[in-house]
Nanobody, 118 residues
Framework: QVQLMESGGGLVQAGGSLRLSCVAS????????MGWYRQAPGRQRELVAT?????NYADSVKGRFTISRDNAKNTVYLQMNSLKPEDTAVYYC??????????????WGQGTQVTVSS
């Protein structure tokens, strides 16, 4: 069982920056895909960025957000720069392990609120 705890959310003005952190209670390995997703009110949860064998970003955040991870600290980060009001959402941390193409486990954090004012 892996528990994920996000932190770093808050209220920021447009153009500002925030850094989200997600610490896993269990051991995270380099083969695990760690990522950030977000959900705005009335909208479906969407991918923001993932870090596994490769790094992937949603088109809406490319060039502004950077995902990084420290496996030794069981932590994944999301540096968010040039924030826009449309980035306002609850941000969720996720970790998935695939074994032979199948999901061995898939865990989610409780989420952290990011609010960007115009």
């Amino acid at each position: 069982q892996v528990q994920l705890m996000e932190s770093g959310g808050g209220l920021v003005q447009a153009g500002g920056s925030l850094r989200l952190s997600c610490v896993a209670s269990g051991r995270i390995f380099s083969i695990d895909v760690m990522g950030w997703y977000r959900q705005a009110p009335g909208r479906q949860r969407e991918l923001v960025a993932t870090s596994g064998g490769s790094t992937n970003y949603a088109d809406s955040v490319k060039g502004r957000f950077t995902i990084s991870r420290d496996n030794a600290k069981n932590t994944v980060y999301l540096q968010m720069n040039s924030l826009k009001p449309e980035d306002t959402a609850v941000y969720y941390c996720n970790v998935v392990r695939y074994i032979s193409g199948s999901v061995q486990y898939n865990y989610w954090g409780q989420g952290t609120q990011v609010t960007v004012s115009s």
